[in-house]
């Protein structure tokens, strides 16, 4: 489930890199690799405790049981379509939350970038993504996973 959900945020993250006018092949912790998004890694980075956090809930809360799992011929462990059922909602419900400050932050990234100031664009590795910069507009940006009461 953490792989998963770390694919769904990766593609999120590679989104935000191209909306903010940045290559997400470029990146400053992960190395320049065929086919990954190195910038896209680095941006996704402060969202993995959420994601831990968020994947732990849907066990705790029950969306997700052990009889959504099985196996296939080579002992791989796959969610089952009931599975996926439970899971693309629940994430789909949640992921714009990180859609929107991943793209915070990488507008951040480029603005710091053309000021001149590579130090500026890797800050957010040192906020939460719940401290990321604000956009002009004045909607409430809560970067928490729902449903975790």
């Known amino acids: 489930m953490l792989s998963l959900s770390y694919t769904m945020l990766y593609a999120q993250a590679t989104a935000a890199c191209w909306a903010a006018g940045l290559d997400p092949a470029l990146g400053a912790l992960h190395t320049l690799s065929h086919g990954r998004a190195a910038l896209a890694c680095d941006l996704m980075e402060p969202y993995r405790p959420l994601i831990d956090l968020w994947v732990w809930h849907q066990f705790r809360q029950g969306n997700l049981r052990a009889e959504h799992f099985g196996h296939d011929g080579a002992g791989a462990c796959l969610l089952s379509k009931a599975g996926r ?27 710091a970038l053309q000021n001149g100031s590579p130090q500026a664009a890797w800050s957010h590795l040192l906020d939460s993504p719940a401290d990321a910069p604000k956009e002009t507009d004045t909607t409430p940006q809560a970067t928490t996973p729902t449903g975790l009461d």
């Open 85 to 111: 059922g439970h899971f693309y909602p629940a994430w789909e419900q949640q992921a714009h939350h990180h859609q929107r400050s991943l793209l915070r932050y990488a507008r951040a990234m480029d603005k």
